[in-house]
Structures are given as structure tokens and as C-alpha cells.
């Protein structure tokens, strides 16, 4: 098993930045790939963004390119994801998840365990 929480979310107005971290507990956090998905009311769940296990590849949806980063520590046990330049479109409940290594990381259906997720709100 592999526990996630996560931590960042907020209010904040357009253009602004967040900072969303994943810590984990449990099984060895280096084995995962790990990925940040969101939620919007009344959408299905989406991908945003994920990194390989070793942390050497970086995945991202159209949608956040050149605003987001992911990011992990390995010794932290910790992922993140460093949002800028936010728009009220990323309004959504943030989740993170792990998967195991070479997994498709774009693919929800990759993702074994998941956080409780953490709400980011964008909005003036």
C-alpha cells in the first residue's frame, strides 16, 4: 500500500501560482511513477501532469504546458507541481497518484493509489 497527501491548494487570482505537494508513506516511493490529475464540477477527472519513477521524464497535458512543473524527491518521499500563471480554467480538485514504473503515465487506468485530492481555486 501507498499512502498520499496532499497539501498547496487554494484561492488565488488569475496569473498567481501554487505550489501542490504529495507526500507518501508506505511502500518505496522511488518505485512509482507519480502523476497529478484534476477534477472540475462535472467533468470526468483529467491528467495533468507525471513524472518517471527515476524522475528523468516529465509528461504534461496541452493544457498546462510551459505554466506547470513536476517535480519529485526521492529522499523527501514527496512529489510536486509548481503552478504559474493560473487561469480560472484550472479551477478544479487537484488529486495525486502513483503508478507503477513503465506504466503509461498519461493513462488514469495507470494509477494504483490516489490522495484525497486538494481543492485549487482561480478566481478574482
Known amino acids: 500500500q501507498v499512502q498520499l497527501v496532499e497539501s498547496g491548494g487554494g484561492l488565488v487570482r488569475p496569473g498567481g501560482s501554487l505550489r501542490l505537494s504529495c507526500a507518501t508513506s508506505?511502500?518505496?516511493?522511488?518505485?512509482?511513477?507519480m502523476g497529478w490529475f484534476r477534477q472540475a464540477p462535472g467533468k470526468e477527472r483529467e491528467f495533468v501532469a507525471a513524472?518517471?519513477?527515476?524522475?528523468?521524464?516529465?509528461y504534461y497535458a496541452d493544457s498546462v504546458k510551459g505554466r506547470f512543473t513536476i517535480s519529485r524527491d526521492n529522499a523527501k518521499n514527496t512529489v510536486y507541481l509548481q503552478m504559474n500563471s493560473l487561469k480560472p480554467e484550472d479551477t478544479a480538485v487537484y488529486y495525486c497518484?502513483?503508478?507503477?514504473?513503465?506504466?503509461?503515465?498519461?493513462?488514469?487506468?495507470?494509477?494504483?493509489?490516489w490522495g484525497q485530492g486538494t481543492q485549487v481555486t482561480v478566481s478574482s
Open positions: 508506505g511502500r518505496t516511493f522511488s518505485n512509482y511513477g
Open positions: 497518484a502513483a503508478a507503477p514504473p513503465y506504466s503509461t503515465m498519461r493513462s488514469i487506468r495507470s494509477y494504483d493509489y
Open positions: 513524472i518517471s519513477w527515476s524522475g528523468s521524464t516529465a
